[in-house]
């Protein structure tokens, strides 16, 4: 049986309201009729080509991200522009869009939770004195690990092979997290007495400026730090709407690669 495509909307908002979004995003409904049936859903970071042609071999009416695909004004759709393009699939194949992007990183069960909890930290709890943008989450590991084991972990649970950190010396247990770009936050973290701060989009200045003052940082990547979320939306989607089939994409959208 399929449901309006209002209702799974109206879902999404429970999770994560318009309202913790920031002004500058543009979250929500980007391309559909909130009438529509749907029956299938996939979940993904963000939208490209092949996103929307695995959405469509799913037999998927619906695509969520993370990321909104729409995000400055658009005044003209034409071949050979990223999002013309996308956006130009999706209408031909009638797969609607929706986005929840700052108001699911500032949600209390949004991208930084999910991070938390995929890192096994216990006795989470948001940072005090952050503001509305994507506020960082503070945890404990279950014991406290040496510096080379703290990456270790990092590298195995985000999946990746290379990373980037401000190292220092001693024992890590009170972790600090912020999905996506975050390391501006790292003096909150270590003020509320953070060993490291896991994050991503560092900059060259930050990473002096922590290192001199002390606090370590380990840089996962803007797209490892947040891929967690699309599991932990699924699971929400599955138990609210029991006869929806819902999809976590198989497709890796970083277009960052190391070597």
């Known amino acids: ?135 960082c989450y503070i945890g404990t590991l279950s014991y406290a690990l040496e510096w080379l084991e703290l990456v270790k972990l990092v590298k195995s649970i985000l999946g990746i092979d290379f990373i980037k950190t401000v190292p220092k010396n001693g024992l890590f247990q009170k972790i600090a997290v912020c999905g996506g770009a975050g390391m501006s936050f790292w003096q909150f973290a270590q003020k509320a007495g953070a060993d490291c701060l896991i994050s991503a989009d560092s900059s060259y200045h930050e990473g002096i400026e922590a290192s001199h003052a002390g606090m370590a940082l380990i840089d996962g990547g803007h797209y490892h730090t947040e891929f967690f979320i699309v599991s932990h939306l699924a699971a929400y989607l599955k138990e609210k709407f029991t006869e929806l089939e819902v999809h976590v994409s198989t497709v890796n959208t970083n277009p960052w690669q190391n070597f």
Do not use: R
């Open 1 to 135: 049986m399929s449901v309006a495509l209002k209702d799974i909307i109206a879902q999404m908002e429970v999770l994560a309201p318009q309202g913790l979004a920031a002004d500058w995003d543009n979250c929500g409904l980007l391309f559909g009729d909130p009438e529509q049936p749907i029956n299938k859903i996939l979940l993904a970071l963000e939208a490209d080509m092949a996103v929307v042609a695995e959405a469509e071999q799913k037999g998927c009416e619906l695509l969520i991200v993370h990321h909104p695909l729409i995000f400055k004004p658009l005044k003209k759709l034409f071949a050979g522009n990223y999002v013309s393009d996308v956006l130009i699939s999706l209408i031909k194949k009638s797969i609607a869009c929706y986005a929840a992007h700052t108001n699911l990183d500032n949600a209390p069960l949004g991208v930084n939770f999910a991070l938390t909890k995929a890192l096994g930290l216990t006795e989470i709890e948001p940072l005090a004195e952050m503001d509305n943008d994507n506020p």
